[in-house]
T-cell receptor, first 114, second 109 residues
């Protein structure tokens, strides 16, 4: 069966510091991978998605970047965090079921920028 | 107009009640519909998915899709305090995936 691991689960970072969140998927090959952010209002905002190694699409211009160095690894980064980067970050992968994508989420990473 | 509308609640019901959660959508091209449950400070968990109009049942949960009205529902029978969570609808067309805002549900013992 497929599993998704995301870490760290919680972090507190000062403004201006760098960020690296990592995500790996097991039990599948060539998955579509996603980074979402969920603000306090519960809405899911798609940040990045990737259909293959080195292929990254950005949905929202921002202070963040993503990379996919290996087939099942997805990394979210920032060089200098802003207060507005605080939130709940979710990595996800998807499987296409003919009519559409079913997406599966990791446990999430809580980021507080202070 | 948002592509997917979902009442954020909060919705509070007594234990044992039947819960109805709903979403409306505007794009008739959506063919694939999902419901997720999200506990506080956790990632969303896929509950059910369905392709077609009609009902799909899984234990105490029933997903209903009415494509003619562009309306989907999730029914929870015999609701339990452990059902207290935020429920998100989602719909997909090819590679496009859209989520509702989520409805916060509280089941009181």
């Amino acid at each position: 069966s497929q599993t998704i691991h995301q870490w760290p689960a919680t972090l507190v970072q000062p403004v201006g510091s760098p960020l690296s969140l990592e995500c790996t998927v097991e039990g599948t090959s060539n998955p579509n991978l996603y980074w979402y952010r969920q603000a306090a209002g519960r809405g899911l905002q798609l940040l990045f998605y990737s259909v293959g190694i080195g292929q990254i699409s950005s949905e929202v211009p921002q202070n963040l970047s993503a990379s996919r160095p290996q087939d099942r690894q997805f990394i979210l980064s920032s060089k200098k965090l802003l207060l507005s980067d605080s939130g709940f970050y979710l990595c996800a992968w998807s499987v296409f079921r003919g009519a559409g994508n079913t997406i599966y989420f990791g446990e999430g990473s809580w980021l507080t920028v202070v | 107009q948002k592509e997917v509308e979902q009442d954020p609640g909060p919705l509070s019901v007594p234990e044992g009640a039947i819960v109805s959660l709903n979403c409306t959508y505007s794009n008739s091209a959506f063919q694939y519909f999902m419901w997720y449950r999200q506990y506080s400070r956790k990632g969303p968990e896929l509950l059910m998915y369905t392709y077609s109009s009609g009902n799909k049942e899984d234990g105490r949960f029933t997903a209903q899709v009415d494509k003619s009205s562009k309306y989907i529902s999730l029914f929870i029978r015999d609701s339990q305090p452990s059902d207290s969570a935020t429920y998100l609808c989602a719909m997909s067309m090819g590679g496009k995936l859209i989520f509702g805002q989520g409805t916060e549900l509280s089941v009181k013992p």
